[in-house]
Each structure stands twice: as C-alpha cells, then as structure tokens.
C-alpha cells in the first residue's frame, strides 16, 4: 500500500470513509480535504464573478443616470430657448 502524496499517511482506504475511488495518491483524509478545497475554490470564483457583474451592473446604471440627466439639461435648455422665442 502506497504513502499519500500529500502528507506521506499511510491511512489510504478507498473503500472506506465514502471514498469514490478517485484520487488514489490521497490518503482519506487529504482526499476530502481537497474536495473540501476544490469546493471553496470554486465558489470564490463564483463569488468573485458576481461581485464583477455587480460592479459593471453598477457601472452601466451610474452610465444611465448621467445620460439621463444630460437628456433631462438639454431638454430643459430647449424648453428654455423655445420660451425666450416666444416673448
Ligand atoms: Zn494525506
């Protein structure tokens, strides 16, 4: 029986402990400390994602707003100059 090649365990039971047979070199308990560790991995790299999608959806809105309110001058500018026409 092998050494696990994370810490040198010679506690590799791949029939035991829920083990699915994958990850032969790992002893069980460095076994489920990396899905453990793929796991977290993962998610913060989904988190990471979604604060990057937040911020450009942050972004955008803050882009719409003052597009708006230089829609909202100029239309105030021309109801002004419309106005001075008049009188
Ligand atoms: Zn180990």
């Known amino acids: 029986m ?3 090649s ?3 365990s010679y506690a590799i ?3 035991l402990h829920g083990r699915n047979g994958s990850r ?3 002893c069980d308990v460095c076994y489920w400390r990396d899905i453990a560790e793929t796991f977290a991995d993962d998610r913060i790299e989904l988190l990471q994602q979604l604060a990057m999608a937040e911020d450009a959806a942050n972004k955008g809105d803050k882009a719409r ?3 708006q309110s230089l829609v909202d001058e100029v239309t105030d500018l ?3 100059l419309a106005l001075s026409k008049e009188t």
């Open 13 to 15: 039971n791949h029939h």
């Open 6 to 8: 994370r810490c040198g």
């Open 24 to 26: 032969r070199d790992l």
């Open 78 to 80: 021309r109801a002004e």
């Open 2 to 4: 092998g050494r696990c």
């Open 65 to 67: 707003k003052v597009a």
